[in-house]
């Protein structure tokens, strides 16, 4: 099922989330609902606060890199309750994006190797190594989980150049290719 992606400019994005526990509730059909809403937004990562709960699980696909990075063909990973150990190395700049901050791309500086623990969806834990494109995209979606998004990232001039596009996203005034939550017009219901 496709769940509504919640757009920037809702509280819930800035939340640090919470820690589950095996027994959380659908736990498989959440996840599976998620892959199915990162998939068919073209997305290559989506965290659980951005389809409104805030609770530490995210999922990414990194296999639409594969043409730079071979090894990323078929890479699919469910991270829950994940934290970074470690982030080391000379930091990068990649122009990153977000489904919740639609048509918005910039550059973000990140460390390019990273160590990460977490538990995968029958709740083993790991301890794993991770660089380059993938190391990106498990960085993004786990600052999802810590309240962090990219767009906090930029500098006074980045930012003030696309506030009025960030405004709009905000308050539900653009158009997306998938289904989007704006916290303006939900509040407006209420
Ligand atoms: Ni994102």
């Not at 460390?111 to 969806?121: A, F, N, S, V």
Request: proline share 4%; net charge negative; aromatic share 10%.
């Amino acid at each position: 099922m496709f769940l509504p992606i919640v757009a920037y400019g809702d509280p819930v994005l800035k939340e640090v989330a919470d820690d589950i526990s095996s027994d959380h509730p659908n736990l498989k059909e959440l996840i599976e609902n998620m892959y199915e809403t990162m998939y068919a937004s073209h997305g290559v990562g989506l965290a659980a606060p951005q389809i409104g709960k805030s609770i530490r699980v995210f999922v990414i696909d990194c296999s639409t890199f594969e043409e730079d990075e071979p090894e990323l063909s078929g890479f699919k990973k469910t991270f829950i309750n994940a934290e970074i150990l470690e982030e080391e190395g000379d930091a990068w700049l990649f122009k990153e994006g977000c489904l919740s901050i639609p048509e918005v791309r910039e550059e973000v500086s990140r460390h390019p190797k990273i160590t990460i623990r977490y538990c995968d969806e029958d709740f083993v834990e790991h301890t794993e190594s991770y660089e380059g494109l993938a190391a990106r995209v498990i960085q993004h979606e786990y600052d999802h989980i810590e309240g962090v998004l990219f767009t906090d990232y930029l500098s006074p001039l980045r930012k003030r150049m696309i506030k009025r596009r960030l405004e709009d996203i905000r308050d539900g005034k653009i158009k997306s290719e998938y289904r989007m939550r704006f916290y303006k017009s939900k509040r407006r219901k209420r």
